[in-house]
């Protein structure tokens, strides 16, 4: 066992430098290449459109109508993927089940993350914490 420990003992700067490169990519990645959505056919795209405009008219804050949007799809695409692995049945579950998880699940999705941030506000004013 005492071979391991001398292994890492000898070997930690380049797990180091293997470690911090990683994290360096991921947190580039994470901020420099959004989220983007895939290709969707035009009466999905259409949907979202008209879906993310509604909320813009209610004023909900951009971001998080990007992550609703994001997060729908990939539920959507989810819950799909379980029932069926034939491309043929997840494309048609896909294009029925998606308008109604954006549309209804999706507002859902943005008024949680409005009354989490709202309650967390609440809670520091409560405890008299500073922002």
């Known amino acids: 066992m005492s071979w391991v420990i001398d292994w890492f003992r000898s070997n930690w700067p380049y ?3 293997i470690a911090g ?3 360096i990519g991921w947190v580039a990645k994470a901020y420099l290449d959004p989220v983007s959505i895939p290709q969707m056919p035009e009466n999905l795209r259409r949907v979202t ?3 993310v405009e509604e909320w813009r008219r209610r004023g909900y804050p951009e ?3 990007q992550d609703a949007v994001n997060w729908a799809y990939n539920y959507a695409r989810q819950i799909v993927g ?3 692995t034939n491309e043929e049945l997840v494309n048609a579950f896909f294009d029925s089940a998606y308008p109604l998880i954006l549309r209804h699940a999706g507002e859902h999705y943005i008024m949680g993350r409005i009354f989490a941030k709202l309650k967390e506000e609440r809670l ?4 008299g914490l500073k922002y």
Do not use: N, P, S, Y
């Not at 520091?124 to 405890?127: E, N, P």
């Open 15 to 17: 797990l180091a430098a």
């Open 21 to 23: 490169g990683f994290v």
């Open 49 to 51: 459109e008209e879906t």
């Open 63 to 65: 971001d998080l109508i």
């Open 82 to 84: 379980v029932w069926t």
């Open 124 to 127: 520091k004013d409560i405890l």
